[in-house]
């Protein structure tokens, strides 16, 4: 049973947020010997996020991709995640929160106005295959409930390559395009599974592609995965990742 | 009277065609129950808040269980002559945070009016701590039947699902044990093993919204307790896979808090809370339904639904049928060289009108014949809810349909339909579906004994009461509405 996730209000969350530590995230917990959980003082994207870097990278072992350009979380108040329908979600992601937000290829560092608030663009590789904006917003203490998060990356891809599939899984619903075209829409109060959703068949152009999603949440934690299959299913692995 | 009868009819018909299955009944009302445990001849869960249910049958639930500490989501093991209970105390954003401790204690009985009941002081087991990747509430137990370890699982859709090891001899956290992570995107975890595997059930889904509640049961299982634990798509759990067991149906939503239950050889049931019972005020309920078995794969089953049946014996495939003469209908053979041109008529099929007269009016035999579709092959089987039941059914009456004849269990152990129905307990049946879905049926009491019998049969042509034996065709049945 987990209540918070559907009715607590952001109020509450907020308040929760004053004072938090938090714990790395490892194969096995920390607790201490009498296996009462320790209270940390400090925090960090380390344990789920490197920066990234212009090294060649390919998608991991699973043909997950882990290099993304992840914009700060845009405030989105909302108090559960059963009002993401899908008529909700088409009209929450046609909405502008920043310019040019379906075109933008940001700058690591890159600063954007949605608002009231200015917003960075960070470059960073996820340490799993998926990608915990949760960690992302809380570690860098800023608002991790009620958001909406953007990514982006780029596909570099050696040829052409169609009949493509891009499966994605999300917490909660989320929004995906590939080179400007909608790919997949991820609707309700979803937690991210791998390959949760799919896309119809799409074509990879030789060399860049763009990635673009849109996540969002209320209260939970927030995260996305998303690899490309090929036409038999397989994760497609010869790909380089970039965010230029 | 008219319209009554009117009223009737339909009703009668909807059973019919569809027939509805029946809930635990009492007041089954409860969330995230604990494993069902039998002590002492009765059924208890507990569930969120303190309290828990008490069933004499396994049918009837009332509240009355009682478990110190409050918190929630308890679970509930025997371990030699002692009972360990675990719960949460906060956690898992009650109270809104995720600070939460499990907390583990023993009492020698269930029964809050023995003298032997008092629980022991708990023991902190977990915990979870500000925004760690955690939620310490949600436990499930498992004592490992191939080596004796005893294996707790927890947490919530707020990071992994975690596993520890306890000692099974004082129920506290094993020295040096550190937790494991097993799984993701879940809550309401538990454990349990079968056939060289082990399992980890999981709820998917959005709790706590009633009627909306999309809550559902998935698994994954592994060669080891410590996992991977895959779904039937080689996906792991730690990446948000799962297998569905039991989803939503019926008049119910929201299925979570698996339990496992084995009742006997074959017979196996699963416990849940339904998040809202549209026929109980869409209140929270307890969940029994029968646990089936696929390919190595847990699958929660359907409770009975009463109707009309061919009973069909898996042994050779013939169905149960009363010892009365077999009645020639219209449709013999038309003969060859007719024109084809001749329009088609449907033939009416035989009725009970059409034979009825023609059977003996007292005490008739059963025997086990092809089927035909013919009035003296189908049962109808309808709950006879004053008489009690058991763990996730009611009693059933069996009749010969459009009639009152009854089956019934006789003193030699044979098997004979009675002209009414009496209700004398030799009438009533207790239907359990089997872990491969076929079903066993079991007279209440057998007369002038104490054994407890099923219907078997004797021959492909020969039913008789007699132990039931999974292993064995002849003692299992199948329901088939045509």
């Known amino acids: ?244 | 009277m008219k319209k009554n009868k009117i009223v009737g009819a339909a009703a009668l018909l909807s059973v019919l065609l569809t027939g509805s299955a029946i809930a635990q009944i009492g007041k089954p009302f409860i969330h995230d129950p604990s494993t069902i445990v039998e002590c002492e001849g009765k059924y208890y869960t507990f569930g969120t808040g303190g309290g828990g249910l008490i069933s004499e049958d396994g049918w009837t639930w009332n509240s009355g269980a009682v478990r110190p500490g409050g918190g929630a989501a308890p679970d509930a093991i025997k371990i030699g002559d002692r009972y360990l209970v675990v719960y949460g105390s906060t956690g898992g954003g009650l109270g809104g945070g995720h600070d939460g401790k499990l907390n583990t204690m023993w009492t020698k009985t269930l029964d809050p009016k023995s003298p032997d009941f008092k629980f022991s002081e708990s023991n902190v087991v977990a915990s979870s701590e500000n925004m760690e990747d955690c939620d310490a509430i949600d436990p499930g137990l498992l004592l490992d039947p191939t080596d004796g370890r005893l294996w707790m699982s927890y947490g919530t859709y707020f990071g992994f699902i975690r596993l520890v090891e306890l000692d099974p001899k004082t129920g506290k956290r094993m020295a040096g044990n550190i937790a494991i992570n097993v799984g993701i995107d879940c809550e309401a975890s538990d454990l349990m093993y079968r056939n060289g595997w082990y399992y980890l059930l999981g709820t998917h889904g959005t709790c706590c919204d009633g009627a909306n509640s999309t809550y559902n049961i998935v698994v994954g299982r592994s060669r080891k307790v410590t996992g991977p634990y895959l779904d039937n798509m080689g996906r792991s759990m730690l990446e948000g896979g799962g297998k569905m067991v039991l989803a939503a149906g019926g008049r119910v939503t929201g299925p979570g808090h698996f339990g496992r239950f084995i009742v006997g050889d074959g017979v196996e049931k699963m416990s849940c809370h339904f998040e809202a019972d549209l026929d109980l005020s869409g209140r929270s309920v307890l969940g029994i339904r029968p646990l089936l078995w696929k390919n190595d794969w847990p699958v929660g089953g359907e409770n009975f639904k009463e109707g009309t049946y061919e009973i069909e014996s898996e042994r050779r495939g013939y169905a149960l049928e009363l010892i009365v003469d077999f009645t020639r209908m219209a449709g013999g053979m038309r003969g060859f060289n007719r024109n084809n041109d001749e329009p088609i008529k449907p033939v009416a099929a035989q009725e009970l009108a059409d034979v009825i007269k023609t059977w003996p009016t007292g005490n008739t035999g059963v025997r086990i014949g092809d089927y035909m579709f013919r009035p003296h092959q189908k049962w109808t089987i309808t709950a006879v809810p004053e008489a009690g039941g058991y763990i996730g059914g009611s009693y059933y009456k069996i009749v010969i349909a459009g009639t009152d004849r009854a089956l019934a269990a006789t003193s030699a152990a044979e098997v004979i339909t009675v002209p009414t129905f009496t209700g004398a307990p030799e009438q009533l049946w207790r239907i359990d579906q089997l872990t491969d879905g076929t079903y066993r049926i079991m007279p209440k009491v057998v007369p002038n004994s104490n054994e407890k019998l099923a219907l078997v049969s004797s021959g492909d042509s020969t039913p008789t009461l007699a132990p039931f034996d999974m292993n064995s065709d002849n003692s299992k049945w199948s329901f088939k509405a045509h």
Not at chain 1, 24 to 35: F, L, M, Q, R
Not at chain 1, 88 to 98: G, N
Not at chain 1, 178 to 193: T, W
């Open chain 1, 1 to 244: 049973m987990n209540i918070k996730h559907k009715t607590l209000l952001l109020a509450v969350s907020s308040a929760i947020f004053v004072g938090m530590g938090s714990q790395s995230c490892s194969v096995a917990s920390k607790s201490t010997i009498n296996y009462v959980a320790k209270r940390d003082t400090t925090r960090s994207i380390a344990p789920y996020f490197t920066p990234a870097t212009i090294q060649k990278k390919t998608p991991d072992s699973k043909g997950f991709i882990q290099r993304w350009l992840l914009l700060e979380p845009i405030n989105k108040p909302n108090r559960g995640n059963t009002v993401f329908t899908d008529s909700y979600l088409k009209t929450a992601f046609a909405s502008e929160y920043f310019p040019n937000q379906f075109t933008i290829l940001p700058k690591d560092g890159e600063k954007v106005k949605a608002g009231t608030q200015e917003l960075t663009w960070h470059a960073l590789e996820s340490t799993n295959y998926n990608v915990k904006l949760f960690r992302f917003a809380y570690e860098t203490r800023k608002q991790y409930y009620g958001v909406i998060f953007w990514a982006v990356t780029v596909v570099n891809c050696p040829e052409e390559m169609k009949n493509v599939r891009m499966a994605v899984g999300s917490n909660s619903a989320s929004m995906w395009w590939l080179n400007g075209k909608e790919a997949v829409l991820l609707s309700g109060d979803r937690r991210m599974v791998v390959d949760d959703c799919v896309s119809p068949r799409l074509t990879l152009n030789k060399g860049k592609n763009i990635v673009r999603g849109v996540v969002i949440n209320g209260p939970g934690m927030s995260d996305f995965c998303l690899r490309f299959l090929d036409e038999k299913g397989e994760p497609i692995k010869n790909l380089t990742i970039s965010y230029e």
